[in-house]
């Protein structure tokens, strides 16, 4: 069965400080990957996806950057904190087969910015 | 581009009686699947149940069920005997069946459900 393992699970972080959030996608190879980002009590936001090791595509720009340095690894991260960054980040996988697929979710990682 | 509405914020309702969500979308492709999600208080979304959109039978999951109402671009969600548990928001979500599929869903604003004994 297939396992997604987010980290961390909760950063306290200042402005304009560097953020990096990972997740990793056991028991399947070459899935498709994403990052989700939802505001408190908002929508889910896709920001980035990447369907093969080294390239990412931004969907949404929020000054946040994105890699898969590994087929099953998926790295969000920012040199300089903003205010606007706080929320819920979730990275999800599927399958990477073709268009009718489920995304399955990460646990998330809660983003406080101060 | 696509888009989901979801115009009902919260749902109120007792346990073990029907709750029934709506949702609607908009997309210009002839092929696309329709999703919902259901996010617990501890903030992990669970993927629930989809419909594809050349498939004209309901889908049913469990104690889930779905309303496809293709002429209206209408895709509610139907849980019977519902329970305590089934607290949550519940999102809608679309990808369409395009090359680009790889991009992943668009989600709706999200529904509250409260269950009450």
């Known amino acids: 069965a297939q396992t997604i393992h987010q980290w961390p699970v909760a950063e306290i972080k200042a402005v304009g400080s560097p953020l990096s959030l990972g997740c990793t996608i056991k028991g399947k190879s070459s899935p498709n990957l994403y990052w989700y980002w939802q505001a408190t009590g908002g929508t889910l936001q896709q920001l980035f996806y990447?369907?093969?090791?080294?390239?990412v595509e931004s969907v949404v720009q929020l000054n946040l950057s994105a890699s898969r340095p590994k087929d099953d690894q998926f790295i969000l991260s920012t040199e300089k904190l903003l205010l606007s960054h706080s929320g819920f980040y979730l990275c999800?996988?599927?399958?990477?087969?073709?268009?009718?697929?489920?995304?399955?979710f990460g646990s998330g990682t809660r983003l406080t910015v101060l | 581009a696509q888009k989901v509405t979801q115009t009902q914020t919260s749902i109120s309702v007792v346990e073990k009686t029907t709750v029934t969500m709506d949702c609607v979308y908009e997309t210009r492709d002839s092929s696309y699947f329709l999703f919902w999600y259901k996010q617990t208080a501890s903030g992990e979304i669970v993927f629930l149940i989809r419909?594809?959109?050349?498939?004209?039978e309901n889908a049913t999951v469990g104690h889930y069920s779905l309303n496809f109402q293709k002429p209206k671009s209408s895709i509610g969600l139907i849980i019977t005997a519902t329970q305590i548990e089934d607290s949550a928001v519940y999102f809608c979500a679309m990808r369409e069946g395009r090359d680009n599929y790889a991009q992943g869903l668009t989600f709706g604003l999200g529904t509250r459900v409260s269950v009450f004994p």
């Open positions: 990447s369907i093969t090791v080294g390239q």
């Open positions: 999800a996988w599927s399958p990477g087969l073709g268009s009718a697929e489920t995304l399955y």
């Open positions: 419909q594809d959109s050349y498939k004209k």
